[in-house]
């Protein structure tokens, strides 16, 4: 891959947690998207799923935060994510599975209108348009998490596509 579709690929999962586009990740990105979802699916922040995704997503600034800013300053910008998230996501995938994995199971529940431990597929297909991605995006990305085609989408999946997504950076993927 060349060094520009490489770079453009960062760019845009960069994109993907710079949920206010000003140039850098912080926990106003995290929380702002953690408000969303609740809000899309008429979720209450105080009640347990809420609350769930509310510590979700602070735990996901907190791992990020803790692999990539690296001048402490409680923001990644985009060169902190290039140079030093990237690299230690993608030599680790799995410490950024886990570091993501509470932030998800969250987002699967409020997802889960019928409490069945699994969301369908249009709920994470909602989701994802919610957080950021286009209706194409989100639709073929949903649809895919499904990989028995019961319609429903579980955790363990999740985590292990969103850990992929942002760890493989190739042709792609």
Avoid: H
């Amino acid at each position: 891959m060349d060094s520009a579709e490489y770079e453009r690929k960062i760019a845009f999962r960069f994109a993907a947690f710079d949920q206010d586009g000003n140039g850098y990740i912080d926990r106003a990105d995290f929380s702002a998207a953690a408000a969303r979802l609740l809000s899309e699916f008429g979720t209450p922040a105080r009640c347990d799923k809420g609350q769930a995704l509310y510590t979700g997503a602070e735990a996901l600034w907190q791992g990020m935060a803790g692999i990539a800013d690296v001048d402490g300053d409680q923001r990644v910008t985009r060169e902190e994510f290039v140079g030093g998230a990237v690299k230690r996501l993608r030599d680790n995938p799995e410490r950024f599975a886990e570091i993501a994995r509470p932030f998800l199971r969250a987002a699967l529940a409020v997802a889960d209108r019928d409490d069945e431990g699994a969301a369908s597929v249009p709920g994470v297909e909602r989701a994802l348009r919610v957080l950021g991605a286009s209706p194409e995006t989100a639709g073929l990305a949903a649809r895919s998490l499904d990989t028995d085609q019961d319609g429903r989408i579980i955790e363990d999946g999740v985590v292990a596509a969103f850990a992929t997504y942002f760890t493989v950076i190739e042709p792609d993927a």
